[in-house]
């Protein structure tokens, strides 16, 4: 492959990256502005198939392969790019630790924490919050696991 050939193909994986980002952002901002109440689980069906997709095009063994060849090859990149490499090989080391269906369930629960917490919030009621809570907090400590098992 031809350093020419690996730019482009660096450039179309990040515009879909940001289409996924894009996507979920919208969603998460309709759903904590002008979204109907009760409407929390089908946004985050929604948003925990945006997080598949987004896991299987950035896991995929070729991204892991063309960022390991634009890396060889990072005193011929500007700065910018290089930088933009390095950001991605970090990120991509860390993403393909997590099973995929970890990944969906991790977006979709944060969904739910959001509109819990906003109910809670107006109600000034942190039982109603705490489960949702103690599900992140758990979560999150199983996912620490996957980038350091010692």
């Not at 020419?4 to 515009?15: D, F, H, I, S, T």
């Not at 990120?91 to 369930?105: C, F, V």
């Not at 009621?125 to 098992?149: Q, T, W």
Request: aromatic share 10%.
């Amino acid at each position: 492959m031809e350093l020419k050939e690996a730019l482009a193909k660096l450039a179309e994986l990040q515009k879909k990256l940001y289409a996924y980002q894009a996507a979920s952002s919208s969603l998460y901002l309709d759903g904590t502005t002008v979204a109907p109440k009760d409407t929390a689980e089908g946004r985050g069906v929604a948003l925990g198939i945006l997080a598949g997709e987004r896991h299987k095009l950035f896991s995929a063994p070729e991204v892991g392969e063309l960022l390991d060849f634009l890396w060889a090859r990072k005193d011929e990149l500007e700065h910018p790019v290089r930088r933009q490499v390095e950001e991605l090989r970090r990120s991509y080391a860390q993403l393909t630790r997590i099973p995929a269906d970890e990944y969906m369930e991790y977006a979709m629960l944060t969904n739910e924490a959001s509109d819990v917490w906003h109910r809670a919030k107006e109600k000034s009621d942190f039982e109603l919050f705490r489960p949702v809570l103690e599900k992140l907090v758990a979560f999150n400590i199983k996912c620490a696991g996957y980038y350091d098992s010692t």
